[in-house]
Structure formats: structure tokens, C-alpha cells
């Protein structure tokens, strides 16, 4: 149970990011435009095949409250970025379990020149592991040259 930072104004534009008023009726509207968020955070981790027993997205603002039990550690370290890796979302509350423990992976933020063989090279002082970062992010990631600013990437443990 961790909360992740994550940079707003960056990632997929799975929601309208309106800013909301403070009357009654933008209340309202700023209900129903949660409520959609949080669907389409849902389904764009369904559409993903990443399954997680019981998922639950609530929004509060830019932070997304995630919770359920995640088979594996991967599984849950995916949707912690499927979620977080969304424009409009700042901060993720990981309230998720896990079924089958293992040790968890760092997180990268993308810089601007970065590329899979830069980070490996970091990680791991071999750029040629790229593709170990790119399997890791995998179904999110598509194409291992597309990443970019801003972006949250899982980089596992990898046996030398």
C-alpha cells in the first residue's frame, strides 16, 4: 500500500480534464465526469487483459484510488502505471493485494533524450537489455521506441 507520484499534464487522455466550478450544478457534473473517469480507467486496464479480482478506480480530484487483488506483482505494478501513466492523473493510492509475492520492480520517469537503451544502460550497465524494459511494460508499451517525457516505466530485477 504505497501512494506513487506521477506527472499530471503527461500520458494517455483517457478522460476530459474540465476544470471544475464550485456551484451546485458543476458539483454534479463534476460527479458524473468522476464517475466516467473512473470507467474509462477501468476499462482501459481491461482492454490491457490486466486482471485484477474486484477492481476498484475512485478519483478524488487528480488522485486515483486503486484497490483489489492483482494475481502477481507485475500484474499490479502495470495497472499502478496503466492508472498513473493517464493525463489528469498527479498521485495513485495502491490499496491492491497481491496473490503470489514478488520482489517489486523500480520505477523510471522518462526523461526528454531518453531512450530503452539509455535506461538499461543505467539499470543494469548494458544498454543491449533494453528489451528486458520493454517486455516488462509490455502490453502498455507497443513499440520499445516510443517512449516519452514524463512517462512511468517498470524496470524489473534482472539475474545478471
Known sequence: MSLFAFI?????????????????????ASVDESAKAEAAITEAIHDLDLHVENLCVSLDGDTATISGTAMDQSTKEKVILV???????????DQMD????APEAQFHTVSKGDTLGKIAQQYYGNAMKYPEIFEANKPMLKDPN??????????PIVEN
Open 8 to 28: 499530471k499534464d503527461v500520458g494517455d487522455k483517457l478522460f476530459g480534464s474540465k476544470t471544475a466550478e464550485t456551484t451546485t450544478e458543476s458539483t454534479t
Open 83 to 93: 492508472v498513473g501513466n493517464t493525463m489528469g492523473i498527479a498521485m495513485v493510492n
Open 98 to 101: 497481491v496473490k503470489h509475492q
Open 146 to 155: 516510443l517512449i516519452y517525457p514524463g512517462q512511468v516505466l517498470r524496470i
